[in-house]
């Protein structure tokens, strides 16, 4: 039988005053942070991380966490008119990377380790009433992360995983859709390839992106499912974004790529989105 095991942890890394939840299946193992419920390291196996964290991370004073699988909510990116109606100054993917969030649930047996994350805002900018975020990790011989709303409103979203590499350069992620928005040129573009290898500052939105994606690097192959979005987003800074970005270090970009499960409509809806890693 599959030995599983949850437990409070303060500390992660260098951050070591932070409060986590460790979840433990047999050998694999996840630690999420209660601040944003950051999920920080999946290892699959003992001393097989495949999550990034930045060696800059940092927590306190309203900082976002650099690294792991920052969720992104009720926007994507800067806050649209939708989400602003004042036009106030609004941070970056939202307003839930820097809050506490509370642990609501927790369950460990013989099939999975899980814990539930909620988190509770009656300020939105654009939105009057309550409204209670959740996200649900799910630790089996793969990691399910889910992140859900049942109020019918504007709400964007995005698990931004940061995926840990040997070197950038040998990355490819397949199969994505020929054409994507490119945020560093601001335009639509095309490339009838599937795959996306990243020889420079990279940053696109792929709409209608399949649920099955593959990433393979030098030391992890990895099967990404996803479900619940309208769109999957490739991240990397590149050299100067690296090293000009305060949480980055010089060489940070050869250590990562972002593959994000989004929802970037702004209809009015519920949300359940999730992202399933399985290294295989
Ligand atoms: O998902 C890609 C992106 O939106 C980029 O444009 C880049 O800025 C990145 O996220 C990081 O955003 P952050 O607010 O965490 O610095």
């Known amino acids: ?15 070591t005053d ?18 944003g419920a950051q999920v920080l390291s999946y290892q699959p196996q003992p001393g097989k991380e495949l999550l ?17 699988v920052p969720v992104c909510w009720p926007w994507f990116g800067p806050a649209g008119a939708v989400f602003n109606p004042a036009q106030d100054a609004l941070p970056n993917h939202g307003l839930v990377r820097n809050r506490l969030w ?6 460990s047996g013989p099939t999975a380790a899980s814990v539930t994350l909620m988190t509770e805002l009656d300020n939105l900018p ?7 975020l959740q996200l649900c990790l799910t630790l089996t011989d793969s990691l399910s992360i889910a992140l859900s709303c049942s109020s019918q409103m504007p709400q964007q979203a995005a698990l931004h995983s940061y995926f840990a590499l040997d070197n950038i350069a040998n990355a490819a992620v397949r199969p994505l859709p020929d054409s994507y928005y490119d945020k560093v040129s601001d335009s639509m573009q ?21 649920a099955q994606l593959r990433m393979d690097s030098d030391s992890s192959q990895l099967a990404l499912t996803q479900t619940g979005h309208d769109a999957t987003v490739v991240w ?24 994000e499960t989004a929802r970037l409509s702004s209809a009015a809806a519920t949300l359940a989105l999730t992202q399933q890693i399985k290294a295989l």
């Not at 039988?1 to 890394?13: K, L, N």
């Not at 095309?190 to 990279?202: F, G, L």
Request: overall charge positive; some cysteine; hydrophobic content about 35%.
């Open 1 to 15: 039988m599959v030995e599983t095991a949850i437990s409070q942890q303060t500390g992660f890394a260098h951050l």
């Open 18 to 35: 932070l409060p986590c939840i460790k979840l433990q299946y047999g050998t694999a193992s996840a630690v999420v942070s209660l601040y």
């Open 52 to 68: 990034w964290l930045s060696p800059k991370a940092q927590w306190h004073n309203q900082t976002a966490i650099r690294g792991g």
């Open 102 to 107: 509370q642990l609501i649930q927790q369950h």
């Open 126 to 132: 654009y939105y009057s009433g309550s409204v209670k």
């Open 190 to 210: 095309q490339n009838s390839s599937k795959v996306v290898r990243i020889t420079s500052e990279t940053d696109r939105i792929y709409p209608d992106s399949a």
């Open 236 to 259: 990397n800074p590149w050299q100067e974004k690296s090293a000009a970005t305060a949480d980055l270090a010089a060489d940070s970009y050869r250590q990562f790529i972002c593959v």
